[in-house]
């Protein structure tokens, strides 16, 4: 009788114990699955705590000259959050020289790493302020943007980015987004 309760025992292990090992997640490997609805992003930001962001999300494109006489190819999201979870604002650029094509579908890299703000470059630049996270803003240090489809009013896409604020202190973000193009 002993030998039975041993069996089931073991059997029970070898059910129960995988479950627990593939159902215990890594923050930092946190994801969203669902598309968010249009005008809208949904992110995993951790960094610390792990919290979900959500808000929405409008994009604006421009052809602007640097004050060397180069100009660029910019496309601007910016976000806003709902009133749910961390507040905060966030606005990310593409850059790209006019000699090139222009911004289109694909993926785009944080070219350098930047503790301030600035203009006309080619790759990838955001910058975040966190009010629940201090004084000090988060911008990019290493990551990517993803354009899955670009039209006139609308960019479907992804973003997996790492950000830094000036004391050293990082978040990573990862999620999507449905942009529209904003409004006059």
């Not at 995993?44 to 979900?52: C, D, I, K, L, R």
């Not at 507040?87 to 890299?109: D, L, V, W």
């Not at 290493?142 to 039209?151: F, M, P």
Request: charged fraction near 20%; hydrophobic fraction near 35%; charge should be positive.
């Amino acid at each position: 009788m002993p030998h039975f309760f041993i069996k089931i025992l073991k059997t029970g292990l070898w059910v129960i114990v995988p479950f627990f090992l593939i159902s215990q997640g890594n923050p930092d490997q946190a994801s969203i699955t669902e598309m968010p609805s249009q005008g809208h992003y949904a992110f995993v930001v951790t960094g610390g705590a792990s919290e979900n962001l959500n808000g929405i999300i409008n994009f604006e494109t421009s052809r602007e000259t640097s004050a060397r006489g180069s100009e660029y190819y910019v496309l601007r999201f910016n976000l806003k959050s709902k009133m749910e979870g961390l507040p905060h604002n966030m606005e990310f650029s593409i850059s790209k020289p006019c000699k090139k094509n222009r911004i289109s579908a694909g993926t785009y890299e944080v070219t350098r790493p930047v503790n301030g703000f600035l203009n006309y470059f080619e790759g990838v630049f955001g910058a975040a302020d966190f009010k629940q996270m201090g004084d000090q803003p988060f911008f990019t240090d290493k990551g990517t943007i993803s354009i899955r489809s670009l039209d006139g009013d609308a960019i479907i896409g992804s973003m997996s980015v790492t950000l830094q604020n000036p004391n050293g202190k990082k978040i990573r973000m990862k999620g999507k987004f449905d942009a529209i193009r904003q409004g006059p």
